[in-house]
């Protein structure tokens, strides 16, 4: 058999593992026919099993026809498994358990790798936390790297909508294979009407069944210095993950929520293990031409298919590619094209902030000017916070639906404001990781800062490329935003459009002091910042470079 042909695939059938504490966990498995052995490909699944890899990857048999045993498993009490689901607690020993079982089945080659995105990610890299031999090669897409920081929480911040709706999701369905049809149907009413108008936010009505069927109340009410945080994240065992030297393929989104815990993971990983990132244009899923209201061409089309067979080829068949992959593969937003790279580059320009104070009044008014060409005179830019009308997400990371939405209407609100540099007379690149540093004043002891980098196109659109949204105090506070790619053309312009809210994806800070994960409505009152500008003020750092370099 040549290394294009490929095997027929024989039904599935169902395996049955039992873990080292006598749990027994259930797997589909897709044998593909003809002389082995195979390696193996594994996904564990939190959705059940019969969901397989429909939402991002072709089908197990299609992977299978391509000559590997596919296992698609169902995690400890999920599906058919047996146990008590507890998110990530037990994914490193029962994933190196299933690692171990999987490279033992008929006909296998004693070779595995594990690929999923998600919680099918992290779990990946949990798994080879464990020494196991046998596990060679990972593909993690869209993961959580240090929980804490780049999932349950971003820059101090509670990520109300996401965390909400994705706790409701994973109790009603721990609700319904506990046979509590009552809190199941209650839990899925909630999920198909999310309210945050509740006298506490962000402890709604359902607080209990969450706290019985989910982690939401650990996230929200565990200190992040507890320990409980090392148990569930692959950043407090670097260690152990290089010693076990696993060949890890991350893949990204630029407009995924996940993309911190995903570069955090690249840039812990790489030089220690083999290792590659890929960056496409896309939100959490699904993996396509379109994201938000650009089209980004057909070749933003998903082939992580491919690439993850070539990758898996590799590294459990020793098959060398027919052309290296360069490690960091990111696709330019502006140019509709994949460009490889050595690595992600980080901030290479400096931009500060100027205007007359109108910035939030006036989207003519706010500068954003390169170093040395800000004027002398610096002035405080006021902010405002009005809890009875928040800023909202508009497309983005943080909104519904994610991507390039055109905010241009959104930066017109008079409790945001922006900074907009001039037209740029020639191509430039920018690409790599972007961070805004805010000088404030305000007489309120905390508040939010949400940052959005925008592309403003000629005709008047403008895009989201990046953006972070931090918990503050006065004083001085780096806002991390995501990284992207995009070639700027001849005509364009950056903006900088700042907010203290970005509402519900985030819950309200009250100013007080008062965590917005306690706050009630009750807390809420209006809150003031002064933004300062000028060349000691607030800066936007950025890897932009003429297009040429």
């Not at 040549?2 to 049955?16: E, I, K, N, Q």
């Not at 391509?66 to 296992?71: K, L, P, T």
């Not at 080659?109 to 798994?127: E, H, P, R, W």
């Amino acid at each position: 058999m040549t290394d294009t042909a490929l095997h027929a695939v024989a039904p599935p059938r169902t395996g049955r593992m039992r873990t080292r504490d006598g749990t027994i966990l259930v797997a589909d498995i897709w044998q593909p026919e003809g002389d082995g052995p195979f390696p193996v490909l594994l996904m564990r699944q939190a959705y059940g099993r019969h969901i397989g890899t429909s939402l991002c990857y072709a089908p197990p048999e299609w992977y299978a026809a391509r000559g590997y045993i596919v296992v698609m498993q169902d995690a400890r009490g999920r599906g058919e498994s047996g146990g008590a689901f507890d998110l990530f607690r037990h994914e490193a020993q029962d994933g190196v358990d299933t690692v171990n079982w999987a490279a033992g089945l008929p006909g296998s080659s004693g070779l595995v790798g594990m690929f999923g995105f998600s919680f099918q990610g992290t779990n990946q890299l949990l798994a080879a936390t464990q020494h196991c031999p046998a596990l060679r090669a990972l593909a993690p897409a869209m993961i959580g790297w240090d929980l804490r920081h780049d999932w349950a929480y971003e820059n101090g911040a509670f990520p109300l909508r996401a965390n909400l709706g994705w706790a409701i999701q994973l109790a009603a369905e721990t609700a319904r294979l506990a046979g509590d049809h009552a809190a199941q149907a209650t839990l899925f009413a909630a999920s198909r009407a999310l309210s945050f108008s509740g006298p506490a936010p962000v402890r709604p009505p359902v607080l209990d069944l969450l706290r019985r069927y989910s982690h939401y109340t650990t996230w929200l009410d565990t200190p992040a210095e507890d320990p409980y945080w090392a148990t569930i994240s692959p950043a407090a065992h670097l260690d152990a993950i290089i010693a076990n030297k696993p060949a890890v393929f991350l893949i990204g989104g630029w407009y995924d929520s996940h993309l911190p815990g995903t570069l955090a993971a690249w840039r812990a990983l790489s030089g220690h293990v083999p290792a590659r990132l890929l960056v496409g244009p896309w939100g959490h899923f699904p993996w396509d031409r379109r994201t938000g209201d650009v089209d980004f061409g057909n070749d933003a089309i998903t082939d992580i298919d491919q690439q993850q067979v070539r990758w898996f080829d590799h590294w459990l068949k020793n098959r060398p590619p027919a052309v290296p992959d360069a490690p960091v593969r990111l696709f330019d937003m502006g140019a509709h094209a994949w460009r490889d790279s050595a690595d992600l580059p980080g901030p290479r320009a400096t931009f500060h902030l100027s205007g007359t104070g109108r910035a939030a009044i006036d989207t003519r008014d706010g500068a954003l000017l390169p170093a040395g060409q800000v004027p002398p005179a610096a002035v405080a830019q006021s902010l405002t916070l009005d809890p009875w009308r928040p800023a909202p997400p508009q497309g983005g990371s943080f909104g519904m639906p994610v991507g390039p939405v055109d905010r241009s209407r959104t930066d017109a609100r008079s409790d945001i404001a922006t900074f907009t540099t001039p037209p740029l007379a020639a191509s430039h690149l920018l690409a790599g990781e972007v961070r805004c540093r805010f000088v404030v004043r305000s007489p309120h002891p905390s508040f939010d800062l949400h940052a959005v980098l925008s592309r403003v196109a000629t005709t008047g659109q403008v895009h989201t490329l990046a953006e972070g949204y931090a918990a503050a105090r006065p004083g001085e506070t780096t806002v991390p935003m995501r990284a992207t790619c995009a070639r700027l053309q001849p005509g364009e312009a950056l903006r900088l459009s700042v907010a203290l809210s970005c509402f519900p994806a985030f819950p309200l800070n009250p100013g007080t002091g008062v965590s917005p994960c306690d706050a009630t409505l009750a807390d809420m009152g209006v809150t003031t910042v002064h933004i300062l500008t000028g060349e000691d003020g607030t800066s936007l750092h950025l890897p932009l470079s003429p297009a040429g370099e």
